[in-house]
């Protein structure tokens, strides 16, 4: 199964899903991950992925027009702007949304880095809850 992970910035969530499901569902999803804009990797993202034993160190962030194919069973959007903005994909693509909070504008103005890296570890966890059910979270 061909899944496709998207957010806004494809630095944080997005990449959170996708480095799970490689990590967990291996043989089982394809996964790949994009944003609507690039903005570019989220060192908390990574740092808190890595402390869970997922390398996202070759990771890049993306846009759809980065990736090689646009032939998905499933988009899985991760925000509300991915979701209202998330564009048309031809044929049978199976189309949802599970949004999880924005660990980087809940940590704005925070300066304890143990505060900031629990937040991106809550939401690394819940996003870890999710993928490890698929596919059939989907429904």
């Known amino acids: 199964m061909r899944i496709l992970f998207l957010c806004t910035g494809n630095s944080c969530r997005s990449q959170m899903a996708e480095g799970w499901a490689r990590h967990l569902k291996k043989g089982e999803i394809e996964a790949s991950s994009a944003g609507i804009v690039r903005h570019g990797m989220n060192p908390y993202a990574v740092r808190v992925m890595e402390e869970a034993g997922v390398d996202m160190s ?67 966890d819940e996003i870890r809850e999710f993928v490890s059910g698929l596919p059939g979270s989907l429904d």
């Open 58 to 124: 070759g990771h890049a962030s993306k846009t759809l027009d980065d990736l090689p194919s646009l032939e998905f069973d499933a988009v899985v959007t991760l925000c509300g702007h991915a979701s209202e903005t998330c564009p048309f994909f031809p044929g049978q693509v199976r189309r949802v949304h599970r949004g999880f909070d924005d660990p980087p504008s809940l940590c704005a103005g925070m300066t304890d880095e143990e505060e900031i890296l629990s937040v991106y570890r809550r939401v690394r």
